[in-house]
């Protein structure tokens, strides 16, 4: 169930989706969605949603006024203002040391935190400021300390530090308390599927604690800003709580009164980025394979967030963030900052061609499906590019380029009424022609502009050959083939996109014995900077024979529009060797991801588990290669073929024969 509250400034109103804990198969269960509403709405949107074709029935839909919300304490705009050279050694200190207690420190004090958006707004104005690193040493004991008790924070190098902190006097402790991560599990409380999870574990103390035991509680780290820090990752405690006893300050636990954080702050700007990079420097599952400086990022990024304009400015940022990753899952996502106007044309690749394989309305006829697209207001396509890949996330360039195509239409920035030069291909003897055409921006998707049309399911592409497109499809489309497929000399399966369930369907009548997924690794942190990780193999599938089996040549089309879910099922394929991969290299991203939200109202999106192929191999950064290669081109484009699907056809026939 969702429900959505409209305001009548266009600001985002309060939203909830029930998508930390789903209703998942069973009898009638009671949905409840509990929001404080913002004076200024003017309307109430609710509905509901089925996902992976579940079937779904509502009654007795209630909507009732509990009562007066709590007075909304509005955080004010500040302006934008660079950060000077100590501001941002300061602010990124800040951010480090922020990342290690909110997800290390196991005290009841760090426990009790109800928001740790603003203790992060809090570090970020209190940080930037200090004049060397003495006084910025200070300034983070002063705010994490009350968090963190045993926190250390001095100047210098880590041969600098001090006594560390004293064994508990008094009664001896019972046990020592830390954090248990399964995966980014903190940023998940509520989460019904429990993929990610985080665990208070207590370790019972049989035997007195000698100092070099109690020194391997702390982590010793250089924050940057000529700053360093040892902070406790495994905290002593008794029947009473964890030593030294005390409890979370009242300005960040239950009940306190939170100011609404917005984007428009430059503080919570800096403390939003802060602790998203907090996130990936600890959890994410792929810095072995990426080479991605996240220091660097950190630097940049801040110094960006302290410059935005506004909230489209700092979206950017955040993209540009999530972008180093190399994750093809990542994205950052504000539904009130969609893109006010579009580019009149769908384009597509064809090896380094971007083709036109749409229009949207009021694109002359003079532009041709099948045009190649060479330049936009002067700046060439491979700018253009490189423009707009700076806020793309993808793992292979066969994803950034599929994705590329989306962000050409959507967020390409460009004029009003943009200049553009095309080329015609030349064909039967022509020479290429090249011309230039003025369009106009499209303020809508409404029109049909679809791109390269595909077969019908069912279609006999060749005699004997049968294609179905699996991109979505349900089981229906499978049980209403049932006899054409049973029948055929070959079958061509299309897995240019997302496929349906009756995918997995599909191996189970091709296989002949049981067959499992690839690996699917989550972490199991308990110490900082992804130190010492164990993994956890979550459960793989296990797929078992469908009769009757298809022992015909079988023939999958792929590309690098195939990711996640796609990508366990050309695993499976490719391991299995249980058809021909005809087309060009998957998204090379698999696994769950674990979206988060940071403040300002921005959903971040990114792989929160490792997959390996059924070897053990890499999957990352490489996905599922295709037995036969093949790139469309403008030519074949323009003369409306599908040379992926041609070239299947040839493939097959060639077996059948």
Known sequence: MWLRADRSNGQPGAFDNMGNR??????????????????????????????????????????????????????????????????????????????????????DQAKGVVSWDHVAVELMEQAEPAKDAAELAQVIERVLQPLAPTLQVWPGKPEDQGVAPPLPAGAAPQTIRFWRHLGAGLLQKDDARQLYSSKLESQKISEPVDSQAHLANFRVRELGGGVCCRVPVRVYADEAGTIPHGQTPEQWAEGAPLAKLTAQNRA?????????????????????????????????????????????????????????????????????????????????????????????????????????????????????????????????????????????????????????????????GKPAERYTVKLSRALSLSED????????????????????????????????????????????????????????????????????????????????????????????????????????????????????YAESIMGIIEHHQLGEIVGSPTAGTNGNVNPFMIPGSYQIMWTGMQVLKHDGSQHHGIGIRPTVPVTPTAAGIAAGRDEVLEKAIETLQGKIK
Do not use: C
């Open 22 to 107: 789903p209703i998942f198969k069973g009898d009638w269960q009671d949905a409840k969605i509990e929001l404080e509403i913002d004076p200024d709405v003017s309307s109430l949107v609710m509905g509901f949603m089925s996902i992976g074709g579940a079937t779904l029935l509502v009654d007795e839909v209630e909507l009732r006024v509990m009562g007066a919300a709590a007075p909304v304490i509005l955080q004010p705009a500040t302006p934008p203002a660079p950060l000077i050279p100590r501001g941002l050694e300061n602010v990124a200190a800040a951010a480090r040391a922020l990342s290690l207690v909110r997800f290390f420190v196991a005290s």
């Open 449 to 564: 502009a679809a791109g390269q049309k595909r077969p019908a399911d069912g279609t006999e592409v060749a005699p004997g050959i049968v294609y179905v497109n699996l991109d979505g499809a349900d089981l229906d489309v499978l049980n209403k083939l049932q006899k054409q497929l049973n029948d055929a000399k070959a079958i061509i399966f299309d897995v240019r996109g997302y496929p349906g369930e009756a995918a997995y369907q599909v191996i189970q009548k091709l296989i002949q014995k049981p067959v499992q997924s690839a690996q699917w690794n989550v972490p199991i942190v308990t110490l900082p900077d992804r130190e010492g990780w164990e993994w956890y193999q979550a459960p793989r599938w296990n797929v078992l024979p469908l009769p009757p089996r298809w022992r015909v040549p079988v023939a999958f089309l792929t590309d690098g529009r195939a990711i996640s």
């Open 268 to 428: 919570t700007r800096l403390a939003g980025f802060a602790m998203a990079w907090g996130v990936f420097q600890h959890f994410y599952p792929y810095f072995d394979v990426v080479p991605t400086d996240w220091n660097a990022v950190l630097l940049r990024g801040l110094a960006k967030a302290a410059e935005d304009a506004d909230e489209r400015a700092f979206l950017a940022t955040l993209q540009e963030m999530v972008a180093q990753l190399q994750d093809g899952h990542g994205a950052v996502i504000r539904g009130d900052l969609g893109p006010n106007s579009f580019f009149p044309l769908l384009l597509e690749w064809a090896g380094e061609d971007l083709v036109v394989t749409g229009k949207l309305s009021g694109v002359p006829d003079e532009v041709k499906l099948g045009d190649v697209v060479e330049s936009i207001d002067g700046q060439g396509v491979a700018d253009l590019y490189a423009e707009v890949s700076k806020r793309i996330s993808a793992a292979t360039d066969g994803w950034r380029r599929s994705a590329s195509q989306q962000w050409f239409l959507a967020y390409l920035k460009t004029d009003a009424n943009p200049s553009v030069t095309l080329r015609r291909p030349g064909s039967e």
